[in-house]
Every structure is written in structure tokens, then in C-alpha cells.
């Protein structure tokens, strides 16, 4: 099946600083999705984003679908943001989503 | 209030014993899926359904049950086959599984389940 990588798996950083996430990919994809998992374990939906560039407030996401990535940047991160961070693709023939093992972000302010 | 609901939100077995996790939405959402998720992991397919009375069994279906009688739920059964059924069980749906533009997939908040 398709195989999701995600980088880097843990992530410290300052409030007020930038951060970049991967997500590697190694097949085709028809469905491609960030979420945040808050320290509650709810899953939140940040971006559907299969290809292109879309940008919600301090958040932003490019797919490079031709080239099998996506990246998702913070700007001016806040304490609220920390959380593991995931990528979640369908693509391969399967009918779900398969997840990376996520990027776990710190924020300390 | 529109969404999915899962309860409950903590859920303890015995040994030998059958449990179900209960998945509702309001969504009008014609796919359900369920999926599980282990320390420090991310999630993994279990079943999906993509309209009542089908479903399809996902990448960890073994010790595992589910019925697709209303639109609107989607339990899952955890049985005595089950040896590791410790994890953290999501439920999601999305408007259809077919179409990708409507392959958009939102999550209930989750029930933990522990072994006594």
C-alpha cells in the first residue's frame, strides 16, 4: 500500500517563530489532509489540499502532487498551536485514509 | 448542532468480553470509517462503509465488527478475538467515498479503551 512519511517527528520551537512540516508520499493521490490532534486526542481539520496552495490565517499548505509532497507552514506560532501534526493521503487503491506517524510540535512561550 | 458522536468516551473490557463503540452522525454523510490508534502512531483503517447495509473491511479488520443498518450509525464491536484491543478508537465520515472532490473526511472525538 501506500507508504506516508512524515518529518521531522518532533519539533521545538519558541512562540512567535515559523515552522515548515513534510509529508512524503509514494504513490498517486486523489485525497490529501492535515489535521491537528489536540492534547484531547480530537482530530481537527486544517487543510484538503490533494494539490495546489491554500492558506487559513497563520496557516498555509502546499501539495506538489507531481513530485509526491505536501508541506505545511506555521507563522508566528502560539502555545495553542502545539500538538502532533498529520498527514493523511488516499491514494494507492485504497478506499481510507492511511496517516503518517505525525510531527510532534512544541511551543514554548 | 451538527457532527459525529462517539461514546463513550472511555470504555473499560474484561477479558472474554464483547464491547461496542457507538458512532452516530448528523452530517447526512453517506461514508463511515473506523479507524485506531496506538501510542505515538498514526491511524490505521479498521472498517468503512460506504452507504447502509455494505461495508468493507479496512488494513486491521481481525477481532473486529461492524453493521451499517441506519444512515446515520456505525458501531463498532471489539470482541474477545481481539487480543491487544488497548487504543484510542476515532470514527470519522465524509459526504461520499466515490466521488474525491467529496471524500473529505471529519472526526468524533474518540473513545479510549483499556483492558481490565
Known amino acids: 500500500g501506500i507508504q506516508v512519511e512524515q518529518s521531522p517527528p518532533d519539533l521545538i520551537l519558541q512562540e512567535g517563530a515559523n515552522s515548515t512540516l513534510r509529508c512524503n508520499f509514494s504513490d498517486s493521490v486523489n485525497n490529501l489532509q492535515w489535521f491537528h490532534q489536540n492534547p484531547w486526542g480530537q482530530l481537527i481539520n486544517l487543510f484538503y489540499?490533494?494539490?495546489g496552495t491554500k492558506q487559513n490565517g497563520r496557516l498555509s499548505a502546499t501539495t506538489v502532487a507531481t513530485e509526491r509532497y505536501s508541506l505545511l507552514y506555521i507563522s508566528s506560532s502560539q502555545t495553542t498551536d502545539s500538538g502532533v501534526y498529520f498527514c493523511?493521503?488516499?491514494?494507492?487503491?485504497?478506499?481510507?485514509?492511511?496517516f503518517g506517524k505525525g510531527t510532534h510540535l512544541i511551543i514554548q512561550p | 448542532d451538527g457532527g459525529i458522536t462517539q461514546s463513550p468516551k472511555y470504555l473499560f473490557r474484561k477479558e472474554g468480553q464483547n464491547v461496542t463503540l457507538s458512532c452516530e452522525q448528523n452530517?447526512?454523510?453517506?461514508?463511515m470509517y473506523w479507524y485506531r490508534q496506538d501510542p505515538g502512531q498514526g491511524l490505521r483503517l479498521i472498517y468503512y462503509?460506504?452507504?447502509?447495509?455494505?461495508?468493507q473491511k479496512g488494513d486491521i479488520a481481525e477481532g473486529y465488527s461492524v453493521s451499517r443498518e441506519k444512515k446515520e450509525s456505525f458501531p463498532l464491536t471489539v470482541t474477545s478475538a481481539q487480543k491487544n484491543p488497548t487504543a484510542f478508537y476515532l470514527c470519522?465520515?465524509?459526504?461520499?467515498?466515490?466521488?474525491?472532490?467529496?471524500?473529505?473526511?471529519?472526526f468524533g472525538a474518540g473513545t479510549r479503551l483499556s483492558v481490565l
Open positions: 470519522a465520515s465524509s459526504i461520499s467515498l466515490v466521488d474525491r472532490a467529496k471524500n473529505i473526511q471529519y
Open positions: 493523511a493521503v488516499r491514494g494507492g487503491g485504497a478506499d481510507g485514509l492511511t
Open positions: 462503509s460506504q452507504i447502509v447495509n455494505d461495508f
Open positions: 489540499i490533494p494539490s
Open positions: 452530517l447526512n454523510h453517506d461514508a
